[in-house]
């Protein structure tokens, strides 16, 4: 699977989170996934990142648009204060 399908992927994930506490999940699921397999995980943060910018805040509801929101910032973190 590419890194552009993956972080597609983890997108349809973040569209069903309810809560902070699950966007989280998703996010370190996959990093955690992504590290197992040797992939670069910065570009699959960069790409990921970028997929969520591109959304169209017209076509989201007030959850998907907080949840998504809150993932821009939980990757920024992620990438500046890696775990």
Not at 25 to 51: F, G, W
């Amino acid at each position: 699977m590419t890194l552009e399908n993956y972080a597609s992927s983890v997108l349809k994930q973040l569209a069903e989170a309810q809560n902070y506490p699950q966007v989280e999940t998703i996010i370190t699921d996959a990093v955690d996934q992504l590290a197992n397999k040797s992939h670069p995980i910065i570009e699959y943060l960069n790409e990921l990142e970028r997929k969520i910018q591109d959304l169209s805040p017209l076509l989201l509801s007030s959850t998907q648009f907080s949840c998504y929101r809150y993932a821009l910032v939980y990757l920024h973190n992620y990438v500046v204060f890696p775990k």
